[in-house]
RNA sequence: GCGCCGGUGGCUCAAUUGGAUAGAGCACCUGACUACGGAUCAGGAGGUUACAGGUUCGAGUCCUGUCCGGCGCGCCA
């Protein structure tokens, strides 16, 4: 983007002034913007701290500066302002042509990148709080990858949990009763009730999402299973049972086999079979992950790996993972004391936990089980390629393919038919590769987690610094990011729509918010509330199209407004604020909100339809370009103009910051800036054929950008018509 | 107790990371084209940026302290 250019152009120009005029070397000179067009385009403040430094006042050195400055070409002129702010002006019409020039996006590509989001435990439907991990995990994907990085996109699967363990819990032990309430279902014969589940579990491919999942199922299950286990200490005990079956594995278990045994066992009265609870568990987990994939297809969301728990386990990913931290010394085993037993890090060293009571993490159990945090760090060296064997070879998974995918424009739903892309998953099969593919070995790492997984997201950074990999360290990224919780509002709203109560207390709901929990059943489904608001943005289409009637493609474009008022909403909020959800905003269409956004671009298409129609020109042409004559840019336009050359700038801050509210506060801007415009620089009706031409270029060139920006890096996507 | 995050008009949020007059939206009030769609636009009212000090040309932003709210600090996952 040429904007850029000149603003390191100038700054470097301006520092080598510095250097001529006052002997002053500044090798930080960066230029801002000003509060207020009028006062130009670009602006420089570092006249003011210097004024002590030279002995001048401030703006006399401004005055000199913007006199000997050799400036860039388009550079109109410079005045000094106020205190001694040195303020650019561009030469507009050289801007404005090198931006009808540039091509959209340049793609060139840097070390690969690793991004790994979505990680919802597969036990149950995703709700809104996984929402926001996944649209600002495919974010942070999209706009990496605009600014040239290679990005490979995981999805990690926790199939080995407790959590995946608990439904089986539930679809085993729960009172008959309660499991056919949880189902649904007419009967209360567990061995139909297990075959009932089974049919749930769908086809062995990714389902069209609704809101009658077996993930849904698994939602209503799951709460009554953890609801039981304070009540019933002989239920409780199932959960170690069904765990230890889970961690034992199925050995190759066939579906049929399991349910069949599983059946046989509750008609005979025997106890059931570990492979065959394993094989369900994995069916479970396998089923949920399928849903999952429906919903975030839904968002355009899509990965290139699923890393499975599974196989980090059978492969010996921590067994090889404890000989380096082993070799490193960067663990010890206690012999007394309250971890006696255990194999401990020592983080006493590490200035992130300098003020810890205890700076000791465990990492192997006293009965030598590895925790959560040990399986993260070998999961976490192999993601930055350092989880080598003695040979020097890097320790790998099996892979095969999982299902292939399609995506007809960068916004629209993802479709997993066949298609071009490959959604690869890990097997346990070391020689099982995918050819052409690669995974892990990423030069940077983003975990995408919420900001309660701090302390273990730390402790494996750590852990990879003692292992003596301090950049690679560096280079492991925590993407944090608050919770998302419900307004008592909302509560009340799911309460009424579903007919269930929470029971929270009066001290509960007089809260500002009330955090989510799958345990307890509190939360609002992710395809339950994307139904929403595509049934309420349907009514709008509906409303708004009057005698005209429903247009053939309504659910199109319902999906669109909906896709676009969700992710608009989850990324203009800035990431280290509790997102309190509330109904009445998160379906609001006016004002600051995604259609607001998308309209300001159908009504571009809408102009450009108009123009065809009545005068036979279309949008702008580059071939046109020599046609625009030199009349006077004016104000407004050209703030428009500039604006939509500050896209680069931007994601590269949003980026670098991992804050997309400043790509969202952008993009609205755009879109407020048109939207003032339009009504005062009409297109259609303008008989003079060069102002005609300035305007149709620069809302062409606003066009151009909000398509790139809210679809190709949002992943907003822009309606024909609305 | 220790640590992290937040506190900005009635409500929900921004603020180019130390820059010029703290900006948007919702709600409220007054208005707008027989020109390209009113999911829009023009205008009005609404602020001691929780509080108290400090740093400097300049502080919502940095430092210290206080108050309020949230989260984290397991041989859980």
């Known amino acids: 983007m040429p904007l850029t250019t000149i603003r390191e152009r100038s700054a470097a120009a301006l520092a080598a002034a510095l250097q001529s005029q006052f002997d002053h070397t500044d090798d930080d000179v960066s230029l801002g913007i000003p509060p207020n067009r009028e006062m130009g385009d670009l602006a420089w403040p570092g006249a003011l701290p210097l004024a002590r430094v030279f002995k001048k006042s401030p703006r006399a050195i401004a005055e000199i500066l913007a006199e000997k400055t050799n400036w860039p070409a388009e550079i109109d002129h410079v005045e000094v302002a106020g205190p001694g702010f040195l303020n650019l002006f561009l030469d507009r019409g050289v801007i404005f042509r090198q931006l009808l020039e540039s091509s959209g996006t340049e793609h060139g590509f840097g070390p690969k990148t690793i991004v790994e989001h979505t990680n919802i435990n597969p036990n149950k439907a995703a709700h809104i709080g996984h929402l926001r991990n996944s649209v600002l995990g495919d974010t942070l994907v999209r706009c990496r990858r605009h600014l040239g990085h290679e990005v490979e996109v995981q999805n990690y699967i ?25 189902l649904g279902a007419e009967t209360a014969r567990r061995d139909e009730l297990i075959g009932h589940v089974v049919m749930a579990l769908g086809e062995d491919k990714v389902p069209q999402p609704s809101t009658t999942d077996f993930d849904d199922l698994c939602w209503e299950i799951y709460p009554r299973v953890t609801h039981l286990y304070p009540e019933d200490d002989d239920f409780a005990g199932r959960r170690a049972e069904v765990l230890h079956a889970v961690e034992a594995g199925c050995d190759g278990m066939d579906l049929d086999e399991a349910v069949f045994s599983l059946q046989g066992s509750v008609i005979s009265g025997e106890i059931f079979s570990d492979r065959a609870i394993a094989r369900l568990a994995g069916a479970v987990a396998e089923s949920n992950v399928r849903c999952h994939l429906a919903t975030m297809a839904r ?23 404890f000989e380096l931290l082993k070799e490193a010394g960067a663990i010890r085993l206690e012999t007394d004391g309250k971890n006696s037993g255990c194999w401990v890090m020592s983080l006493v060293d590490s200035p992130a936990f300098a003020d810890m009571d205890d700076p000791d993490k465990i990492l192997v159990r006293s009965n030598g089980i590895v925790t959560y945090t040990g399986k993260d760090i ?25 299902a292939t995918w399609e995506q007809s424009a960068p916004a629209e739903p993802v479709r997993y038919i066949e298609g071009r892309h490959t959604l690869a998953r890990t097997t346990s099969n070391r020689a099982q590769a995918i050819p052409g593919h690669a995974f892990g070995n990423g030069r940077t790492v983003f975990n995408v987690i919420d900001v309660r997984q701090s302390y273990p997201q730390k402790v494996v950074k750590e852990a990879v610094r003692i292992l003596g990999h301090a950049s690679a360290a560096d280079r492991s990224i925590h993407f944090a990011y608050e919770m998302v919780a419900l307004t008592p509002a909302a509560i009340r709203e799911i309460e009424k729509r579903s007919g269930k109560s929470f029971g929270l207390s009066d001290e509960q709901m007089a809260k500002a918010y009330v955090e989510m929990s799958g345990r307890k059943g509190i939360g609002v489904k992710a395809d339950e509330f994307l139904d929403i608001l595509e049934a309420t943005a349907a009514d709008a289409i509906t409303e708004r199209a009057g005698e ?10 319902a999906r669109s407004i909906a896709v676009g008022a969700l992710r608009y909403l989850m990324a203009k909020q800035s990431r280290n604020r509790v997102l309190a959800f509330d109904f009445e905003e998160a379906l609001a269409f006016e004002g600051d909100t995604g259609p607001y956004l998308q309209y300001s671009a159908v009504r571009t298409n809408k102009i450009f339809e108009k123009l065809r129609a009545r005068r036979g020109e279309g949008p702008f042409e580059r071939t046109e370009i020599p046609e625009l004559v030199d009349t006077e840019i004016p104000d407004d336009l050209w703030t428009l103009i500039l604006e939509c050359g500050r896209r680069n700038e931007i994601v590269m801050q949003a980026v670098d910051n991992l804050e997309f509210s400043l790509l969202a506060a952008h993009v609205h801007n755009l879109a407020q800036l048109f939207h003032k415009l339009y009504h005062g620089h009409p297109v259609v009706p303008e008989d003079d054929e060069n102002l005609r031409r300035l305007r149709r270029a620069v809302f062409t060139l606003f066009a151009d950008e909000m398509k790139i920006v809210l679809e190709d890096l949002l992943g907003i996507p822009v309606p024909e018509e609305m």
């Open 299 to 321: 968002l355009g969301v899509a990965y290139d790996v699923l890393p499975h728990e599974s196989d980090i386990l059978h492969l010996g990913f921590w067994a090889r993972a």
């Open 548 to 557: 005209a009637g429903v247009p053939d493609d309504l659910p199109h474009r």
């Open 378 to 402: 070998a999961y976490q060296l192999w993601k930055l390629g350092l989880l080598t064997d003695p040979d020097g070879t890097l320790h790998d998974f099996g892979y095969q393919s999982f």
């Open 158 to 182: 926790d199939d080995t949990g407790v959590q995946v363990a608990d439904v089986v819990v539930g679809i085993l032990y729960l009172p008959e009763p309660d499991l056919a309430a949880a």
